[in-house]
């Protein structure tokens, strides 16, 4: 079964870093694109950024490149995305979901990662 | 970039009706759109790919069609779990995703 697992619901300053995770099982981790998506309270889904684990191809969505960065732990297999700098318009949920193909649907989600920062 | 346009943005419904939903890209996306749904605090799930092909376990109650620019879900006879918000998603181009259509209780 293939699954999805984020970490949990962070609270943060602005100013501070962030590092949220989603570790895969259930099938080929470097064989799969995997991609963050962003929804602010309340709004609808953005696309974030995608790596492909097998080689590390990153692309990232304009809106969000020099903003985030994603990586990924092939050897446990985790996406991670991370923020330097946060900042109050930085809080949402944060969903990974796993491509089936690179052009093509998103068949699995993660619950969603909630990141709220205020001062 | 390609914009994805979803209409009506709230559709009211009475449970057992149908509801359709439409979908509009800014340029042609052949068939490459997904709907998802997404019920309140729940991540979204895939409901439809291919614009007119059910992902595993989807109720037949399900449809999409469309291709090019104009697509539509189609959910015959409403249950309580049907209420929520719907996403078109297009990945002929990168991806981007429409603003939503809630369907809510009439």
């Known amino acids: 079964e293939v699954q999805l697992v984020q970490s949990g619901a962070e609270v943060k300053k602005p100013g501070e870093s962030l590092k949220i995770s989603c570790q895969a099982s259930g099938y080929r981790f470097p064989s799969y694109w995997i991609g963050w998506v962003r929804q602010m309270p309340g709004k609808g889904l953005e696309w974030m950024a995608i790596?492909?684990?097998?080689?590390?191809?990153?692309r990232y969505s304009p809106s969000f490149q020099g903003q985030v960065t994603i990586s990924a732990d092939e050897y446990i297999s985790t996406v991670y995305l991370m923020w330097s700098s946060l900042k109050p318009s930085d809080s949402a949920m944060y969903f990974c979901v796993r491509l089936y193909n690179w052009s093509d649907r998103l068949d699995f989600w993660g619950q969603g990662t909630l990141v709220s920062v205020s001062s | 970039e390609i914009v994805m346009t979803q209409s009506p943005a709230t559709l009211s419904v009475s449970p057992g009706e149908s509801a359709t939903l439409s979908c509009r890209a800014s340029?042609?996306?052949?068939?490459?759109l997904a709907w998802y749904q997404q019920r309140p605090g729940q991540a979204p799930r895939l409901l439809i790919y291919?614009?007119?092909t059910r992902a595993t376990g989807i109720s037949a109650r399900f449809s999409g069609s469309g291709s090019g620019t104009e697509f539509t879900l189609t959910i015959s006879s409403l249950q309580s779990e049907d209420f929520a918000v719907y996403y078109c998603q297009q990945y002929n181009d990168w991806r981007t995703f429409g603003q939503g259509t809630k369907v809510d209780i009439k």
């Open positions: 340029q042609s996306i052949s068939r490459n």
């Open positions: 291919g614009a007119s």
């Open positions: 790596i492909y684990p097998g080689d590390s191809d990153i």
